[in-house]
């Protein structure tokens, strides 16, 4: 059979991801605006709670990340069994994901809430760690259920079915910010817990977005067939192992990424509340566009997965390098919104207007503008990531990842920041760097993988 021409085959592919990842990365908007809001709430309590908020947030963050980030290995996994037409094995692995999810929740749940502790040997001002460890004692609550969603999430994406994931969140969304306008400002009769009130908030949406899911997928016809739930009473170390072979190198990945980040705020707030407050400003912003080529990053793990399950090696190349050009293309758009309308988006955190607020309204539209710098590159690396993910290439990215991150982008940052006098600024351009460094061998790293040989 004559093989299609590759302008066919790239358009079908362009409408397949259509399909996965328009609502995958409405998903991860709808969990990113999570935070937006909770954001949005720390400027009207304050400059002080949005640095302190800072802190809080991307502790739990990262862990977050991390442990997101080894569940993930069921959506390759789901992927492939899935493309190869093996019901039973699909149900397996999601099984013990759960279990893996409920592993990496106990010790993950003790360190949020003994994380104050870390906060005041890294050097942070004494006001802003008793906030963010009030904050962190509440969220804690969320991880468990975060990461069971995270398993659900994979395993109906992996399927090609990402709309109960984005309905699923959007209510979640919605929850969360009722939830922190009651808790927060004390409405209806409830007490105004400030920063606490969204740590509480944030758990009780993550809580109603994995209860929610689960009974969707207990009660869909389609999926009941996969036996999600039946045989959560087994071990079975085969699949666990396979997880976690999978599995640990993404989650250390999204360690060394997400650790760059964070080393990087604590460094913030090493350099005072103002900077500290500018920062989270831009970095929450980022954090929101980033979201969309993290949708189409899940996307390609799933079409790259399936591809190689069918044994269809040249579809998964083409589903990869279409993913990659996906995930730049939308983060150029946002870059030019980065670079052309920096006050309007500082304006959604803080008044503008108040002079109170000029110097870190200044400094915040700076660092968006060097976000504008890396938003390409920053696509590119996470989009590249999922691809090589599709290929259950997990253990190179990770060396990559650390070369690009600690090895390059932190003493770059640190290098202009700390020792040339650029302060928060110098620091974001280390952000850029690393990336670039990133998105540069990743991309590479997929164009010569060994499946194409």
């Known amino acids: 059979m004559t093989e299609k021409p590759l302008k066919s085959r790239v358009i079908a592919e362009i409408k397949q991801y259509l399909i996965l990842a328009i609502p995958l990365a409405g998903a991860q908007l709808s969990q990113a605006a999570t935070t937006f809001v909770d954001t949005i709430m720390m400027g009207i309590l304050g400059s002080q709670i949005i640095a302190a908020g800072a802190l809080g947030a991307i502790t739990f963050h990262l862990l977050i990340t991390i442990g997101s980030a080894i569940i993930s290995a069921v959506s390759p996994l789901v992927a492939e069994a899935y493309g190869a037409g093996r019901i039973e094995q699909v149900g397996r692995v999601v099984g013990q994901g759960l279990?893996?999810?409920?592993?990496?929740?106990?010790?993950?749940?003790?360190?949020?809430?003994?994380?104050?502790?870390?906060?005041?040997?890294?050097?942070?001002?004494?006001?802003?760690?008793?906030?963010?460890?009030?904050?962190?004692?509440?969220?804690?609550?969320?991880?468990?259920?975060?990461?069971?969603?995270?398993?659900?999430?994979?395993?109906?994406?992996?399927?090609?079915?990402?709309?109960?994931?984005?309905?699923?969140?959007?209510?979640?969304?919605?929850?969360?910010?009722?939830?922190?306008?009651?808790?927060?400002f004390g409405k209806f009769g409830f007490p105004a817990l400030g920063l606490v009130?969204?740590?509480?908030?944030?758990?009780?949406?993550?809580?109603?977005?994995?209860?929610?899911?689960?009974?969707?997928i207990l009660y869909q016809p389609q999926l009941r067939v996969y036996g999600a739930f039946s045989n959560l009473h087994q071990f079975e170390a085969k699949v666990f192992g396979e997880l976690l072979r999978v599995g640990m190198p993404i989650g250390v990945l999204a360690g060394v990424e997400g650790g760059f980040f964070t080393c990087v705020t604590f460094l913030m707030g090493q350099?005072?509340?103002?900077?500290?407050?500018?920062?989270?400003?831009?970095?929450?912003?980022?954090?929101?566009?980033?979201?969309?080529?993290?949708?189409?990053s899940i996307a390609t793990t799933v079409r790259v997965g399936q591809c190689m399950g069918q044994g269809n090696p040249n579809g998964a190349r083409l589903a990869g390098f279409v993913g990659i050009g996906m995930a730049a293309l939308c983060m150029m758009l946002t870059g030019i919104l980065f670079w052309t309308i920096p006050g309007k988006i500082v304006s959604l955190y803080l008044d503008t207007a108040n002079p109170a607020n000029a110097v870190v309204v200044n400094l915040a539209k700076t660092m968006l503008a060097v976000a504008a710098m890396f938003q390409i590159v920053d696509g590119i690396q996470v989009a590249a990531a999922g691809a090589l993910r599709g290929l259950k290439d997990t253990q190179v990215p990770l060396?990559?990842?650390?070369?690009?991150?600690?090895?390059?982008?932190?003493?770059?940052?640190?290098?202009?920041?700390?020792?040339?006098?650029?302060?928060?600024?110098?620091?974001?351009?280390?952000?850029?760097?690393g990336l670039a460094v990133a998105a540069g061998i990743l991309t590479w790293r997929f164009s010569i993988a060994r499946a194409w040989r």
């Open 99 to 184: 279990w893996l999810s409920i592993i990496l929740a106990i010790p993950a749940t003790l360190l949020i809430w003994h994380s104050g502790s870390l906060l005041r040997l890294l050097g942070q001002e004494p006001e802003n760690v008793i906030l963010a460890a009030a904050y962190l004692r509440a969220i804690a609550w969320g991880y468990l259920p975060a990461l069971g969603f995270a398993v659900l999430r994979s395993f109906v994406s992996s399927l090609s079915r990402p709309r109960p994931v984005i309905v699923t969140m959007i209510g979640g969304t919605l929850l969360n910010v009722v939830a922190n306008y009651i808790l927060a």
């Open 197 to 216: 009130g969204l740590g509480w908030a944030s758990a009780l949406s993550l809580w109603a977005m994995f209860a929610s899911l689960a009974i969707y």
């Open 271 to 296: 350099l005072g509340t103002t900077t500290l407050a500018a920062h989270q400003i831009a970095l929450q912003t980022a954090v929101v566009t980033f979201m969309i080529p993290v949708g189409i």
């Open 399 to 433: 060396l990559i990842g650390t070369l690009a991150y600690w090895g390059i982008g932190l003493p770059c940052g640190y290098t202009l920041g700390m020792v040339w006098g650029l302060g928060g600024v110098g620091l974001w351009w280390g952000f850029a760097i």
